[in-house]
């Protein structure tokens, strides 16, 4: 059985931290760490479509020879299967790490969720009711 002395010192200097870190969580924006996973994904999903939207882009101006013959494109779903072929493409690059537009704009969003949980915490109360 512990001694009793041992338990109070133990409570006695918990309670006081406990009581800090409390009042720190009061100010804190929800949860940091899901805001990160969101602003990560959004990041990288915008890059992805963006990649996706430029070589599509540059599928139908280099896929097709000037003066050539078009019966080859008659095809009406190819334009739908190769939208779809170059999303997929683009959401791969941005999986193997993209061109670095994705880690700009989760830079640039942090900074601003930073400063907006700033501005938050000059604007809360002392203590909570």
């Not at 009042?23 to 992805?48: C, G, V, Y």
């Not at 779809?84 to 989760?106: E, P, R």
């Amino acid at each position: 059985m512990p001694d009793q002395s041992m338990i109070g010192a133990i409570s006695g200097g918990v309670t006081e931290p406990i009581t800090i870190n409390a009042n720190k969580l009061f100010h804190q924006p929800i949860s940091s760490s899901a805001e990160n996973t969101k602003i990560e994904k959004s990041a990288k999903d915008f890059e992805s479509i963006l990649l996706g939207s430029w070589l599509q882009q540059a599928e139908q101006s280099f896929g097709s020879l000037p003066g050539g013959d078009d019966d080859g494109d008659a095809d009406t779903g190819k334009d739908q299967f190769m939208g779809m072929a170059m999303q997929s493409l683009g959401t791969a690059m941005t999986a193997a790490g993209g061109i670095g537009i994705a880690k700009m704009i989760s830079k640039q969003l942090h900074k601003a969720d930073d400063a907006r949980g700033a501005v938050a915490a000059e604007g809360a109360p002392a203590h909570p009711k």
